[in-house]
């Protein structure tokens, strides 16, 4: 016997339990499926969660979800090779409820997530690969799992299923991923005792703290590495763009070994019990790399759309306001009993357009290039402005102005007075 | 013929890290499995149902988590799912275990008849392959352990032939049902689950057993208060201090390499010229 949902949902990550839990809460007959063991087995540990995207979805998510610390200071520092020069912002605003931002293990959050989509009423199905779409002509009919009996039918399936969506691909939705528009990241988890965890970074019990960094990490490649404090462990991790990677012939895991030796880092970290590297992609393309999102009978959300502001570093909030946005699409159309077409579904693409999501990405639709295209950015500058920092702050005799004088030559030594011009207008242009 | 199989779940040791300084174990995010010796046990029973048709119930004692590992056994084809869980049973050693597993099995028997109970031959926290026995004793079942092979089984006058690895050799031993069969790891390959099963698994309404419905006539028989065993103290073996060597000679030939072998050799055991001359007279 044929099985027949009103909605099946691919993945059950942040982007398809926002999507699931919306639409089985309105009634609707959903299955989800996962090829994870469970929810949250595929995901990397460790992450930012943003509340607002979750509140939307769950307006009480914080009497029972697993949050490890609020943030309470972010920091961002240029890193030379022995050196960084850092700004930080701490707030007392930031330890008044309802707090805006906190660390989390995905593992725990995801099952966590998923828990609510199954009490919702949503059917979850794990170990299972989805490894076609059913069509009939041009319209999406259902799915095909690696399972005997496999085919289940439904009006919509909702593509959640991550980066790199293979889905989509094969459903011929998605040309292949460009390796400029994909970084790969890693991070890895060192377990210390709360305490220490407390003490090296100056917070209380519930408090955190993000670290943002750039700079000669990196080893000239695009990329970030950041640092952030979970309850009794440290999440520590660095990704760069995949073509860059390629040209470098580098591995992210000698880039995150490298970055542990540094010597601002490596205290931060010692001692600490280290589990297991976790490598995953994350598409940074921005808006100029979003594919189509919605057709006849789907809808495209979360990482599969390209819905990551590389700039800041959100993905998760993305994905779970784009899984609302399209149930909240399915809910509209079957409330006013029409068909799931992409002319009905492109509802989802206004509901998008309206949101701060659609907004961010546009405004940075240029940031990509730009990086691409200026190496600088993450090798001269940093290694300046480490020297410049440290000229300031060495007493020897020699008098300011000269030491201003000296960096000033260095900068322009090292990059032309238009080309400095150049970049920062750049820079501002792409942030404007 | 009803086969209930028991299935434990348990923390999957294959993720388990003990800590190289504080020896310690890391059990931070290790995710809970089936026993991996009791899917060969569901698997030979699962066999037994296709093949001569009947019913598989799966039993399992343990935290209200163990829920996931009933209704994976369900997903692989088993009928029924009954998880005993209770707060007085927690702290359970062997003897207090195999006492609740039985005592459910009896409730079992009220509504269908038990032909065989399969049990795994160990599993991989405790260790202990004393489960199955236990119940066996207890219901006063024949126990057939170390199974690698079900021969055949005979309907008609309710009897089973097995292959039991024994010392030494194989044994082929036939007995009269009911009887309590352990299986050998490898003897079989886990089936995939097809999607209907997988459908069930997910929709399965569970059984749910406190102490009373598991039929405990005796509460001082199960949890701490049942098990005389005493953990005192749990570490990891030091690792050992002996380190390979690299034998090198000048000439690097063959013969070279086995003369200087065989020096050190008697030099770190200088009784086994002794022991060698011994030997060969
Ligand atoms: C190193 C790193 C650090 C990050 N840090 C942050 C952060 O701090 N804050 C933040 O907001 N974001 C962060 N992100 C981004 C964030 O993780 C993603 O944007 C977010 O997880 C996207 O959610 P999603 O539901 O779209 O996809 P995913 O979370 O990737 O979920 C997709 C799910 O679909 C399943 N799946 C895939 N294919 C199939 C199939 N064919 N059949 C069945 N199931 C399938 C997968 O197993 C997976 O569970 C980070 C990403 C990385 C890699
Ligand atoms: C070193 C050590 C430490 C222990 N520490 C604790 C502790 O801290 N807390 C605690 O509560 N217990 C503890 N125990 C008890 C023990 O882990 C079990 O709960 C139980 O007694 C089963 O023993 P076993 O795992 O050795 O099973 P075995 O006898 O090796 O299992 C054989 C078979 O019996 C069946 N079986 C076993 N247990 C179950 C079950 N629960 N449900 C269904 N079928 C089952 C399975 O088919 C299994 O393959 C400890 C035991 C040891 C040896």
Redesign the pocket.
């Known amino acids: 016997m044929d099985e027949k949902f009103d909605a099946i949902v691919v993945g059950a990550g942040p982007s398809g339990n926002s999507a699931a839990y919306l639409l089985a809460k309105a009634g609707l007959k959903v299955l989800q499926i996962e090829r994870g063991e469970y929810p949250g087995s595929k995901n990397v540990q460790g992450a930012i969660l943003y509340s607002d995207a979750l509140e939307r979805v769950i307006p009480d998510f914080r009497e029972d979800a697993p949050l490890e610390r609020h943030i309470v200071e972010q920091q961002m520092w240029v890193l030379d090779d022995e050196s960084y020069v850092g700004n930080t912002y701490r707030s007392a605003e930031f330890n008044k409820e309802p707090y805006n931002r906190y660390t989390i293990i995905r593992a725990q959050f995801d099952k966590w997530f998923s828990k609510k989509v199954q009490d919702a009423g949503a059917l979850l199905i794990c170990e299972t690969t989805v490894s076609d779409l059913l069509m009939d002509g041009n319209r999406v009919i259902g799915i095909q799992v690696d399972r005997e009996g496999g085919a289940v039918y439904a009006d919509i399936v909702i593509l959640a299923d991550g980066v790199n969506s293979l889905l989509a691909k094969k459903a011929g939705f998605h040309p292949e991923l460009d390796p400029k528009d994909v970084a790969l990241a890693v991070k890895e988890i060192h377990f210390l005792p709360q305490e220490t965890v407390q003490e090296r970074f100056n917070i209380g019990e519930d408090e955190g703290v993000v670290i943002e960094m750039v700079g000669k990490i990196t080893q000239g490649m695009m990329g970030t590495g950041f640092l952030y404090t979970n309850k009794e462990s440290i999440t520590i991790g660095v990704g760069c763009m995949l073509s860059d990677f390629k040209k470098q012939k580098t591995t992210p895991y000698a880039l995150l070994e490298q970055m542990k030796t540094h010597p601002a880092i490596k205290p931060i970290i010692a001692g600490g019990e280290m589990k297991e590297y976790t490598a995953h992609l994350i598409p940074e393309g921005g808006y100029k790399a979003i594919p189509k999102i919605c057709g006849d009978g789907w809808l495209m959300v979360g990482d599969a759309a390209m819905f990551v502001n590389a700039v800041h570093r959100e993905g998760s909030n993305l994905a779970m306001t784009s899984g609302r946005l399209a149930a909240e699409t399915v809910i509209a159309l079957k409330e006013a009993g029409k068909e799931m077409t992409a002319a009905n579904l492109a509802l989802y693409r206004e509901k998008l357009d309206d949101s701060f999501l659609m907004k961010d990405l546009k405004k940075y639709k240029n940031m990509p290039e730009i990086l691409h295209s200026n190496p600088q950015f993450f090798t001269t500058y940093p290694e300046l402005v480490n020297r410049a920092a440290h000229s300031m702050l060495t007493v020897d005799g020699v008098d300011k102005k000269s030491k201003e004088r000296e960096i000033r030559g260095n900068f322009v030594g090292k990059r032309s007075l238009f080309g400095l011009m150049g970049d920062a207008f750049k820079l501002w242009r792409a942030f404007e | 013929m009803h086969i209930v199989v028991?299935?434990?779940q348990v923390p999957d040791s294959a993720q388990i890290r003990v800590h190289p300084v504080t020896n310690t174990i890391m059990r931070q995010g290790v995710p809970a499995i089936v026993?991996p010796?009791?899917l060969y046990?569901l698997e030979e029973a699962l066999r037994i149902k296709d093949q001569y048709g009947g019913r598989v119930t799966v039993?399992?004692?343990?935290p209200p988590q163990a829920e996931t590992a009933l209704r994976k056994a369900i997903s692989f084809g088993a009928d029924d799912a009954i998880l005993v869980t209770d707060r007085a049973f927690?702290?359970?050693?062997?003897l207090?275990?195999s006492y609740a597993?039985a005592s459910a099995i009896r409730q079992i028997e009220k509504d269908i008849p038990v032909d065989m109970v399969f049990?795994?031959?160990?599993?991989i926290?405790?260790?202990?392959?004393?489960?199955?026995p236990g119940i066996a004793k207890r219901l006063d079942m024949l126990l057939l352990t170390y199974v690698s092979k079900i021969r055949d089984i005979d309907l008609e006058n309710k009897t089973i032939t097995v292959e039991r690895r024994a010392e030494g050799g194989v044994q082929v031993l036939k007995t009269k049902l009911p009887c309590l069969v352990?299986v050998l790891e490898g003897t079989n390959e886990m089936r995939f689950a097809t999607m209907t099963n997988m459908f069930r698994a997910a929709r399965h309404p569970l059984k749910v057993w406190d102490k009373e419905k598991a039929g405990i006539e005796d509460v001082t028989k199960i949890g701490l208060k049942g098990s005389p065993?005493i953990?005192s103290k749990?570490f990891a073996p030091t690792p050992k201090s002996v380190r390979a060597e690299i034998i090198d000679t000048e000439s690097n030939q063959p013969k070279d390499l086995a003369v200087t072998l065989l020096a050190k050799l008697f030099t770190k055991k200088p009784d086994l010229a002794k022991d060698i001359a011994k030997n060969a007279s």
């Open positions: 028991c299935i434990k026993n010796y009791d046990s039993l399992s004692m343990g927690a702290g359970s050693d062997t207090a275990t597993l049990a795994g031959k160990q599993t926290d405790g260790d202990t392959a004393q489960v199955g352990t065993t953990v749990v």
